[in-house]
């Protein structure tokens, strides 16, 4: 998944909320191919496309708390994320699921209904944002890498492999070679008799 963003979440963060609310969804997180974050002047916004992808927009602190359409009180720009990244993604799920027929409100569904599958993936995230938000803001471990190879090195190192690999390949010819004169030689005495 490509992911764009120009908020002060990290990408990390932005990866594993969505994996999260992929889940909660029950849609593949190889669906969804792209995703833009990007701060907005308004509360929250979003777009999905049905290409894959999908844009949220999220708000200064100052526009919290807020009522969204389905009633629910969002609080905070994290709850915000959450909302519309759910959100965005029922209509990615509903695009799939319903791909040969038109439903009402364009190829992602109504409104209303891909608000039917955020609300419960909101409220998941109010009663467990500690444990999640601690979970998704834990930095990636660093994968310990050797040191910085010079040009040189690398091709030292690929000639060394490659010899033993040739090594290898002979010494398994000559026994081969040598298991077949055995049998030529047994041959050449069974018809010279």
């Known amino acids: 998944m490509t992911l764009k963003n120009s908020t002060t979440w990290p990408n990390w963060f932005l990866r594993r909320m969505i994996s999260w609310c992929c889940q909660e969804l ?7 191919k792209g995703t833009v974050f990007r701060n907005s002047r308004s509360s929250w916004s979003g ?5 894959r992808g999908i844009t949220v927009c999220v708000g200064s602190a100052d526009c919290f708390p807020r009522k969204n359409r389905g009633g629910a009180t969002i609080n905070d720009r994290d709850e915000a994320l959450v909302w519309v990244t759910a959100h965005e993604l029922a209509h990615l799920l509903q695009h799939q699921a319903n791909s040969h027929t038109r439903l009402r409100g364009g ?3 109504a ?3 891909t608000d039917w599958h955020a609300l419960p993936i909101l409220a998941k995230f109010q009663a467990a944002r500690n444990t999640l938000l601690a979970q998704w803001l834990t930095p990636p471990v660093a994968r310990l890498r050797g040191p910085e190879l010079t040009l ?3 091709r030292a190192r690929k000639a060394v492999a490659d010899l033993s ?9 000559q026994t081969k070679v040598r298991k077949l004169r055995t049998r030529v030689n047994y041959y050449q005495k069974k018809t010279n008799l």
């Open 26 to 32: 029950e849609l593949p997180v190889s669906k969804v």
């Open 165 to 173: 690999r040739w090594q290898r390949r002979l010494k398994l010819a």
């Open 152 to 154: 040189t090195e690398r």
């Open 107 to 109: 190829w992602g569904g």
């Open 111 to 113: 409104e209303s209904a």
């Open 47 to 51: 777009c999905a496309r049905y290409w």
